[in-house]
């Protein structure tokens, strides 16, 4: 898999930023494959601010691992703002981190419909400010991209929205 350039970086500025509030983050991966866990992971220091990771890629990881509903992935389907707020709130429930990233997704090249085509991406993020999720369609970009651009946005959601609210620059863009 080809990384985006930006992401070691990106990766570092989250742990510098959950590090000055001393937060620790967990993540559910599911399209990204534990590419956000792998970026954060790879920066030497991370362990006081990385608390784990999983990754939920079929329907049964995220059922058995981290508590999502069978119900909500029947009703709504895996890739969904639904199943991506249950994979966060699950994420946190299942750890002892302050703040979880989600990500569910199609990276394609198959596996799309017309109503949920390839680079329809669910993200949400869920900590002491509340959940939030967030729906991105990066279109047919190739799949090593949409998992790249994937793991950009959920980086910047969580400083964005995963951080206590009285830092100003905690919204700012990473870029």
Do not use: W
């Not at 350039?5 to 599911?30: C, G, M």
């Not at 190739?142 to 905690?170: C, H, K, T």
């Amino acid at each position: 898999m080809k990384i985006d350039p930006e992401l070691p970086d990106i990766a570092n500025y989250v742990l510098v930023k959950l590090r000055e509030v001393n937060f620790k983050v967990a993540t559910a991966e599911s399209c990204t494959g534990g590419l956000i866990s792998a970026l954060l992971t790879s920066i030497p220091g991370s362990s006081d601010v990385f608390e784990r990771g999983f990754v939920t890629y079929s329907n049964q990881a995220k059922t058995e691992q981290i508590g999502v509903d069978e119900e909500i992935i029947a009703e709504f389907g895996a890739v969904s703002s639904q199943t991506a707020m249950a994979m966060a709130a699950g994420c946190l429930d299942n750890s002892k981190a302050d703040i979880s990233a989600a990500i569910t997704g199609i990276a394609g090249p198959d596996g799309g419909t017309q109503e949920k085509p390839v680079g329809l991406v669910y993200i949400a993020v869920a900590g002491p400010e509340g959940m939030f999720v967030e729906e991105l369609k990066f279109g047919n970009i190739g799949r090593d991209e949409i998992r790249n651009q994937s793991a950009i946005a959920a980086l910047e959601m969580i400083v964005a929205f995963g951080l206590p609210d009285d830092d100003e620059e905690n919204t700012g863009n990473l870029h």
